[in-house]
Nanobody
Framework: QLQLAESGGGLVQPGGSLRLSCVAS????????IGWFRQVPGKEREGVVCVSSGDGSIYYLDSVKGRFTISRDNAKNAVYLQMNSLKPEDTAVYYC???????????????WGQGTQVTVSS
């Protein structure tokens, strides 16, 4: 059974950076496509970016292009989300999810982590 755990969230000032980690246990993560989603209270969870098993990435939010980068380290069974030039509107709980295709839709993913809070504020 694949289990995912996110870490790396926290409080950061506008313009700052954070790197989120999504570490898998139970199964080799390299076979899976991994998506990052985010959610703010009262709003639906939205897809941010996905990385394929072959390292290709798809961005679902224009607002993060050029600022966020997804990468994976199969040797560490982990996927990362490097977030630079953070803005207050990036504040959300960030989740990683896994399945066998990339998608920006929540219902397309079977496995989810518990989420990590990112707060961008001065």
């Amino acid at each position: 059974q694949l289990q995912l755990a996110e870490s790396g969230g926290g409080l950061v000032q506008p313009g700052g950076s954070l790197r989120l980690s999504c570490v898998a246990s139970g199964v080799t993560l390299g076979y899976y496509y991994i998506g990052w989603f985010r959610q703010v209270p009262g709003k639906e969870r939205e897809g941010v970016v996905c990385v394929s098993s072959g390292d290709g990435s798809i961005y679902y939010l224009d607002s993060v292009k050029g600022r966020f980068t997804i990468s994976r380290d199969n040797a560490k069974n982990a996927v990362y989300l490097q977030m630079n030039s953070l803005k207050p509107e990036d504040t959300a709980v960030y989740y990683c999810a896994a399945d066998f295709r990339c998608s920006g839709y929540v219902e397309e993913y079977t496995y989810w982590g518990q989420g990590t809070q990112v707060t961008v504020s001065s």
